[in-house]
């Protein structure tokens, strides 16, 4: 989505959460500060063929969000036991539904030291992107350039980068280490179970 369009669509996805149903072309266009409806009929014209909108022509107030809008895309794997490198090329996107989610994304999990948490193999993790994580949250993180999904635990002792299965060893940080938190677990997708599929990039 362009940003106007972006815009076009929050507005009339948060109206439709305010108000309980969708907003005619004239609430749109006094909405958006425009004096046109045909512009807004144009714009919503557009958004309806990229699939970012659902219309009923038969219907009044016949809009609705469509779930395209909250696509959230999908940035290779992160390792759930030792770190890996993670290239973050788009593999495809994931959508969740009405709500836009433009700070998150997803990586696929590689690996079972978070099995215990409920994070297998093959899962995919919604990661909210910060820089900022508290004690005893999961989260995804960079150690010397590589990529892994650990719960961050800070202690007298030291910080450590704790599994969720006995197989695996704590991750010590060092103060020469170069490590940074990408993102904090959000959501956790089985995608056997949830029927979620990957849309092409």
């Known amino acids: 989505m362009t940003e106007r369009q972006k815009m076009f669509v929050n507005f009339i996805e948060n109206f439709i959460r305010d108000n309980g149903y969708s907003p005619s072309i004239r609430e749109i266009a006094k909405g958006m500060g425009l004096s046109s409806t045909a512009s807004v ?30 696509a959230v895309p999908v940035l290779g794997r992160i390792k759930a036991g030792v770190p890996v490198t993670s290239e973050e090329n788009i593999e495809g996107y994931i959508r969740l539904g009405k709500e836009i989610y433009d700070d998150h994304f997803f990586l696929r999990v590689d690996g079972d030291s978070m099995k215990d948490k409920a994070i297998l193999d093959g899962d995919f993790v919604l ?14 993180f960079c150690i ?17 980068l704790m599994p969720a299965n006995d197989d695996f060893a704590p991750i010590s940080l060092a103060e020469t280490d170069d490590f940074s938190v990408i993102g904090v677990l959000v959501m956790v997708i089985r995608a056997l179970e949830g029927g979620y599929d990957i849309e092409p990039a």
């Open 41 to 70: 009929k144009n714009m919503l014209d557009r958004l309806t063929e990229n699939g970012l909108l659902k219309r009923s022509g038969s219907i009044a107030r016949g809009i609705e969000g469509s779930r395209m809008s909250s």
């Open 144 to 160: 010397n350039g590589e990529i892994t999904l650990k719960t961050f635990l800070k202690t007298p002792e030291g910080v450590f």
């Open 127 to 140: 990661l909210r992107h910060t820089n900022i994580i508290h004690n005893n949250k999961i989260g995804a």
